[in-house]
């Protein structure tokens, strides 16, 4: 009688220090960096993906209404979160920001390079009509006479 009472007890104790320690059940949330996940998939939509990335870790998330396209991956063991949703994005042209837990997954800002060409042996005004039909559609080229010099800003790869 005296060992049953003792593993009752001792049994208890050991279910109320698992409940205590729990992350899900001591209200503790695992940061979204901490989190892992291992994923399956070929030929879906990328916005279901993400939603699958997100039932399957809890973590909450808000999807750009431009995110477009298929993916297929498969992670067999566990990855970050973070590092998953960027594999599955980058190709795309996306990309993630965290605020206050949640995911939101955006459009990759254009980073846009600048450079100043002086000319010699043309003029300025006269090189602008044939650089423009090389730029992007953020692209600019801007005209400075007096040095006969052209400032060029569009992507990196133009």
């Known amino acids: 009688m005296r060992q049953m009472k003792f593993f009752f007890i001792a049994g208890l104790v050991l279910v109320v220090f698992v409940w205590c320690f729990?992350?899900?059940?001591?209200?503790?949330?695992?940061?979204?960096?901490?989190?892992?996940?291992?994923?399956?998939?070929?030929?879906?939509?990328?916005?279901?993906?993400?939603?699958?990335?997100?039932?399957?870790?809890?973590?909450?998330?808000?999807?750009?209404?431009e995110v477009k396209g298929k993916v297929s991956a498969r992670?067999?063991?566990?990855?970050?979160?973070?590092?998953?949703?960027?594999?599955?994005?980058?190709?795309?042209?996306?990309?993630?920001?965290?605020?206050?837990?949640?995911?939101?997954v955006i459009r990759k800002p254009v980073?846009?390079?600048?450079?100043?060409?002086?000319?010699?042996?043309?003029?300025?005004?006269?090189?602008v009509p044939s650089v423009k039909d090389y730029l992007s559609k953020n692209g600019k080229v801007k005209l400075d006479p007096s040095s006969n010099s052209i400032l060029v800003v569009d992507l990196e790869e133009n």
């Open 22 to 65: 729990s992350p899900g059940l001591s209200g503790k949330e695992i940061p979204v960096e901490k989190k892992l996940i291992s994923l399956d998939f070929e030929d879906i939509e990328l916005k279901d993906a993400i939603r699958l990335i997100s039932v399957k870790t809890g973590i909450n998330v808000i999807i750009d209404p």
């Open 111 to 127: 980073e846009l390079k600048e450079k100043t060409f002086f000319l010699t042996y043309a003029l300025a005004e006269e090189v």
């Open 75 to 104: 992670f067999k063991r566990p990855i970050p979160v973070l590092k998953a949703l960027s594999f599955i994005l980058s190709p795309h042209g996306f990309d993630y920001i965290i605020e206050d837990n949640v995911i939101r």
